[in-house]
């Protein structure tokens, strides 16, 4: 059925390095990624998203990059710092919906 | 000026009790989501309407009942409340229903159920 993979459930980075979280999703069809971050008791927020006809796809220390043939798609933090410390979630889009990932606690250590 | 606005905030219940949740877009955005986070933080779609019409149901008990008075509002009604019930039901919205639209997050709402 529809899934989403997401890994790892937990990364923990040295402010200034780089985190990458990996997504793998199971239907075809799907042509929307988006990429959420939500903060400890607050509400997701989209923060970059890509689109099945483009295969990278930059905002400043964000990056998103996508394999339509081998479905995965990823998400690249460069130059972390402590305020990207969060849960991010990827999602990919079936039908009307969006299946989530199961999220990646992101720690940046100063 | 809040995007999605729910009410309550926070929600502390017996097991058994009867309760509602509410949400509202200012948005004029034309389809409206519930969601369900659990403890560890999974994100489950559990509803969505378009234009005050249900379009999405997942494999949600029947004491879940969802209300779109019109398309500024998303009410969810809980019966028989269990313990497994406990979670963060966010509610959203979006432009439109098809792919590649944002959905917004309301600030959720956070039921204890005793």
């Known amino acids: 059925g529809e899934n989403v993979e997401q890994h790892p459930s937990t990364l923990s980075v040295q402010e200034g390095d780089s985190a990458v979280i990996k997504c793998t999703y199971s239907d075809s069809a799907s042509n929307y990624f988006p990429w959420y971050k939500q903060e400890l008791g607050k509400r997701p927020q989209l923060i970059i998203d890509?689109?099945?006809?483009?295969g990278e796809k930059k905002d400043q220390r964000i990056a998103v990059t996508l394999n339509k043939t081998a479905k995965h798609f990823s998400l690249h933090i460069t130059e972390t710092q402590p305020e990207d410390s969060a849960v991010y979630f990827c999602?990919?889009?079936?039908?009307?919906?969006?299946?989530f990932g199961t999220g990646t606690r992101l720690k940046v250590l100063a | 000026d809040t995007a999605v606005s729910q009410t309550p905030k926070y929600l502390v219940t017996q097991m058994g009790n009867d309760k509602s949740i509410k949400c509202e877009q200012n948005l004029g955005h034309d389809t409206m989501y519930w969601y369900k986070q659990d403890s560890k933080k999974f994100l489950k779609i559990m509803f969505s309407y378009n234009n005050k019409e249900l379009i999405i149901n997942e494999t949600v008990p029947n004491r879940f009942s969802p209300k779109s008075p019109d398309k500024a509002h998303l009410n969810l009604h809980i019966n028989s409340l269990e313990l497994g019930d406990s979670a963060v039901y966010f509610c959203?919205?979006?432009?439109?229903?098809?792919?590649?639209?944002?959905?917004?997050f309301g600030p959720g709402t956070r039921l204890t159920v005793t």
């Open positions: 999602a990919a889009s079936v039908a009307y919906k969006y299946i």
């Open positions: 959203a919205s979006s432009q439109v229903s098809g792919q590649g639209a944002e959905q917004y």
């Open positions: 890509i689109r099945s006809n483009v």
